[in-house]
């Protein structure tokens, strides 16, 4: 199902949409995912199979806890990317219904189309998360996954997530940065791109080194994202947004503490070299390694760390009855 009357994706801005785009977090966040939606899922290793699905449905019942709202006949995706999240709930089992909805045009567009793929019941909008574009009372559920941080007043986002939900409807976002989290993992990030675009300039790596406008595209990419991500979150501060708009039961937990430190320098380190260099040995080691990690943190580290030291963060509620 395609999205009516909304804006027609642009992957191509110009330098001037670009420039202005800075002084502009809503444009800036159409124009970056717009260009990077047709490879969005490619880049952040995004799968529609038992692995994402095990992923999602792990971290909605990890936040949600016993819910026993489950199937959902309805539930709407908040800034849904590609369709990540609901996608991959629907295929759980979580979701019956799902709708999409984005500020980028293109990963409306691209959402829609994974939809239909796999054969799932989706409708999709473009649309602003301070100004929702459905009536009150219209879904049992509403998700997310990285994209709080996206929006320029959240708390009026949680407001209008209340208002669009059914009394006693339930909302889950997940995958949002701390300020710890975002802190270490910008660094390590930083640290592993200047040394592996510089080691890579040595003849003997020069093979592992991507092309120079491959890499200038990415360092103008990296800029614009320093627009479009504009929150980090102290998960205590969340909690109280989402108190403070209307919602009750409120509760966030965090995730990724070992699993980000070596995270974050392999993502990197994939961005910054020759793709067809990316093995499946090399893949299946990096995604074998994440899982052991976020294992130890599940296991151990989250019992003893502060849960403002992890990188991820995810908050559940309920719209009062």
Same mark, same amino acid.
């Given at each position: ?38 490879t ?8 529609y ?28 995706e ?67 996954? #990285? ?5 320029? !007043? /959240? &708390? %009026?986002?949680?407001? $209008?997530?209340?208002?669009? +939900? ?21 660094k ?8 592996t ?32 991500d ?11 947004? #989402? ?5 009750? !039961? /409120? &509760? %966030?937990?965090?995730? $990724?503490?070992?699993?980000? +430190? ?43 760390l ?16």
């Amino acid at each position: 199902m395609t999205q009516v009357n909304d804006p027609a994706p642009n992957p191509h801005a110009t330098a001037e949409e670009v420039k202005a785009a800075f002084g502009d977090p809503k444009l800036a966040n159409v124009l970056y995912h717009d260009w990077e939606a047709g490879t969005y899922d490619e880049k952040w290793s995004i799968s529609y199979d038992e692995r994402c699905i095990s992923y999602a449905t792990d971290v909605f019942n990890a936040v949600a806890g016993d819910d026993d709202g489950q199937p959902y006949p309805t539930a709407m995706e908040l800034g849904s990317g590609t369709g990540f999240f609901l996608l991959n709930l629907m295929q759980g089992g979580v979701i019956k219904k799902g709708s999409v909805t984005d500020l980028s045009p293109g990963m409306v567009q691209v959402a829609l189309r994974n939809a239909e793929n796999l054969g799932l019941d989706v409708d999709g909008r473009v649309a602003d998360a301070e100004r929702i574009p459905y009536e009150d009372n219209s879904f049992d559920l509403v998700v997310g996954h #990285a994209v709080l941080h996206h929006i320029p !007043d /959240v &708390r %009026a986002a949680f407001a $209008e997530v209340l208002r669009v +939900l059914k009394p006693g409807g339930r909302f889950v976002f997940a995958g949002e940065p701390t300020k710890v989290g975002d802190l270490y993992a910008r660094k390590l990030g930083q640290f592993t791109w200047f040394l592996t675009t510089n080691l890579t300039k040595l003849p003997v790596l020069n093979g592992w080194r991507r092309p120079q406008e491959e890499l200038d595209e990415s360092s103008r990419a990296a800029a614009l994202e320093a627009v479009v991500d504009i929150h980090t979150f102290d998960p205590s501060d969340l909690e109280s947004m #989402a108190r403070g708009a209307g919602a009750q !039961d /409120v &509760r %966030a937990v965090t995730e $990724e503490f070992a699993a980000a +430190l070596a995270g974050w320098p392999i993502r990197t380190f994939e961005a910054a070299v020759p793709q067809e260099k990316l093995t499946l040995r090399w893949r299946l080691f990096a995604y074998r390694l994440w899982l052991r990690l976020s294992a130890l943190d599940k296991k151990l580290l989250a019992k003893v760390l502060p849960r403002e030291l992890f990188y991820n963060v995810m908050i559940t509620g309920t719209k009062r009855s």
